[in-house]
């Protein structure tokens, strides 16, 4: 299959590893620097010092227990070395026991904090954001590379500081012990960073690579669970398997080739290592025949060079999950630095109840800047009046309502509630106002009681009934196997169209709006359907300003306005009875092109 999706965020980010953006992230820890604080505290006294002291006790032993230069072996003192190696072995293994819970509790929270904060974020963009975006990417965003940081946090934060803790710790304790010999096996650790820089940005830009892949995978997934209908329909199953199958071994390759260059950090160390290792010997042992050096002094440095590498190699592991997790990182706060096109003003003040005059002034709006979908609009509805817009597909009718509930802002122009601005009302008291009924209405997991309380959280059980009876939907309900308890599926896959419109109709009315929208919201209903519930339309729009955008005749005959658009431009208006009037009107051609079509 020949396909090719390309979504906004599928592109690489070309930008220099930035510190400022890890202290960003780091910012995320801030609310819990004292937790931080006493796991680093507890593994600093009792984890890096008891592992410290431990070499230094190794070498008394040998020196002054069982090989002294001067006087016999002391048994004695052997024992007494032991036992407290003993209790230190034992201390430093509490410690690191306290450590790993510890620090898996404040990664969970850390993560929990970033992604209510992505999720959050996400909920105010604007719907242009949406526009460019598949679901599946978004889904990426706030899964895949939220938990692809957990190591980090878990781990890596808290590790890092106690790792470096310990570095300087053992430096510190080599140059003392011999500070020739000190400075000649840390000369090849510069040799190492050296080296390991020049794999920095390669091996975060492939990280990238294996995030925007399954990005990319994500949202063909998304995408073929919500068309498996059409896609069983047109037995395109073969097909859609093998693009699947084309993509997912093209992040097969990605991660490959990303992993084979986080593993060179690994060699790379030990090749320093085993360097520092050879002049040690060979230093050392020139240092114990010239008496400059005591064997236990050696077998002592020989233990804190393990020691110096441990941290290094760790270190060097936090740098390469540094990378994959900053890959992350960039995709995250690209989004959390998205800033919604349609946004309050920081005056913004509280809609005061509508009462519903309504008034597009001279709008102007385009989707995209070389194309206009609305020019020069001019409407005034009154509080109460029933308008309905009519017109061909991408005639502008969608655009106006979008407008009104501000999705988006006009680019010229200015539509007014009761004489406000609605850019200068909070969005909340703004669109709490305003009811939608979809053509495709959305009905979300849970039970048919929650969809209809949806809009109103805090309704009664006796006012969401009353209000499903009222649009003729309480008799389908109460049919189900626990009537309004019943448990659906996301969309409601198990209902038919016209019993979810007719809950989204009882969404729509328990909300109570003062203006009211039903785009093409009876498009889905049998003609048996929409004459049970032309009755409940008449209470539904009630004392509402409303707009209906809707093709049938008996949806919009009755309005007190009929607007018919085209080209994104008003040509008639007026009442059904006055635009029938016109021989060559627009809207008289739509009618008896529908006229014509349901009798063929």
């Known amino acids: 299959m020949s396909r090719q999706?390309?979504?906004?965020?599928?592109v690489l980010i070309e930008k220099d590893f930035n510190w400022k953006q890890m202290a960003r992230l780091l910012t995320y820890v801030k609310p819990y620097r004292s937790d931080v604080s006493k796991v680093v505290f507890v593994m600093t006294v009792f984890g890096m010092l008891t592992k410290l002291a431990i070499p230094f006790l190794i070498s008394l032993a040998i020196d002054r227990a069982i090989d002294p230069k001067e006087g016999a072996p002391s048994s004695g003192m052997l024992i007494g070395i032991t036992a407290v190696m003993?209790?230190?072995?034992?201390?430093?293994?509490?410690?690191?026991h306290y450590t790993i819970l510890q620090t898996n509790a404040i990664g969970q929270k850390?993560?929990?904090?970033?992604?209510?904060?992505l999720f959050k974020h996400i909920q105010r963009l604007s719907f242009?954001?949406?526009?460019?975006?598949?679901?599946?990417?978004?889904?990426?965003?706030?899964?895949?590379?939220?938990?692809?940081?957990?190591?980090?946090?878990?781990n890596g934060v808290v590790n890092s500081v106690i790792d470096i803790a310990q570095l300087l710790g053992i430096i510190v304790i080599l140059l003392l012990l011999q500070f020739k010999l000190g400075l000649a096996v840390m000369i090849t650790v510069p040799l190492m960073f050296i080296v390991s820089s020049s794999l920095r940005k390669r091996i975060r830009y492939a990280w990238q690579t294996v995030r925007i892949k399954q990005s990319r995978i994500n949202s063909h997934l998304n995408e073929s669970i919500q068309g498996i209908r059409v896609t069983q329909a047109f037995a395109q199953e073969k097909e859609n398997t093998n693009y699947f199958h084309g993509m997912n071994r093209s992040n097969l390759r990605s991660w490959n080739f990303a992993s084979a260059l986080n593993q060179t950090f690994g060699p790379v160390i030990e090749i320093?290592?085993?360097?520092?290792?050879?002049?040690?010997?060979?230093?050392?042992?020139?240092l114990i025949r010239s008496e400059g050096m005591t064997v236990?002094?050696?077998?002592?440095?020989?233990?804190?060079?393990?020691?110096?590498?441990?941290?290094?190699?760790?270190?060097?592991?936090?740098?390469?999950?540094l990378l994959i997790s900053m890959s992350s990182a960039e995709r995250i706060f690209e989004y959390l630095d998205e800033k919604p096109t349609v946004a309050e003003k920081a005056d913004a003040k509280e809609l005061p109840e509508a009462a519903g005059h309504i008034r597009f002034e001279k709008v102007e709006f385009g989707y995209e800047a070389d194309r206009p979908a609305l020019k020069g609009i001019n409407l005034d509805i009154k509080p109460g009046m029933s308008v309905a817009l009519v017109g061909h597909t991408g005639s502008g009718k969608s655009t106006i309502v979008n407008l009104l509930c501000r999705f988006y802002d006009t680019v010229q122009g200015r539509v007014t509630i009761d004489g406000v601005?609605?850019?200068?009302?909070?969005?909340?008291?703004?669109?709490?106002?305003?009811?939608?009924?979809?053509?495709?209405?959305?009905?979300?997991?849970?039970?048919?009681?929650?969809?209809?309380?949806?809009?109103?959280?805090?309704?009664?059980?006796?006012?969401?009934?009353?209000?499903?009876?009222?649009?003729?939907a309480h008799d389908f309900i109460v049919q189900l196997p626990d009537g309004y308890d019943t448990e659906v599926q996301e969309r409601g896959s198990a209902l038919s169209m016209g019993q979810r419109q007719l809950l989204s109709f009882a969404r729509a009315l328990l909300a109570d709006p003062r203006i009211l929208i039903l785009d093409e919201a009876t498009a889905s209903i049998d003609t048996e359907t929409e004459l049970r519930i032309q009755e409940a339309l008449n209470t539904l729009l009630a004392g509402r300003t409303s707009f209906i955008v809707a093709h049938?005749?008996?949806?919009?005959?009755?309005?007190?306005?009929?607007?018919?658009?085209?080209?994104?431009?008003?040509?008639?208006?007026?009442?059904?009875?006055?635009?029938m009037q016109k021989p060559d009107g627009h809207y008289r051609g739509l009618i008896e092109a529908q006229y014509r079509f349901l009798s063929a």
């Open 421 to 472: 601005d609605v850019r200068d009302a909070t969005l909340n008291s703004l669109r709490s106002q305003i009811g939608i009924v979809l053509q495709d209405t959305f009905i979300f997991s849970g039970t048919i009681r929650d969809n209809i309380r949806y809009g109103r959280p805090d309704a009664s059980n006796l006012e969401v009934e009353a209000a499903a009876r009222a649009v003729r």
């Open 552 to 579: 049938r005749l008996s949806t919009i005959r009755n309005a007190d306005l009929i607007i018919v658009l085209d080209h994104g431009v008003i040509v008639e208006q007026g009442s059904h009875e006055e635009l």
């Open 5 to 10: 999706f390309k979504y906004q965020d599928d």
């Open 110 to 117: 850390v993560i929990f904090d970033l992604r209510t904060a």
């Open 272 to 286: 320093t290592s085993a360097a520092g290792t050879l002049i040690l010997l060979l230093y050392g042992s020139h």
């Open 86 to 96: 003993l209790v230190l072995y034992g201390l430093r293994w509490w410690a690191q």
């Open 128 to 154: 242009r954001f949406f526009d460019k975006r598949s679901a599946g990417s978004v889904l990426v965003r706030v899964t895949n590379d939220v938990n692809s940081l957990q190591d980090l946090f878990t």
């Open 296 to 321: 236990g002094v050696l077998v002592a440095f020989i233990t804190y060079v393990g020691y110096f590498w441990e941290p290094i190699t760790r270190l060097g592991q936090l740098y390469s999950q």
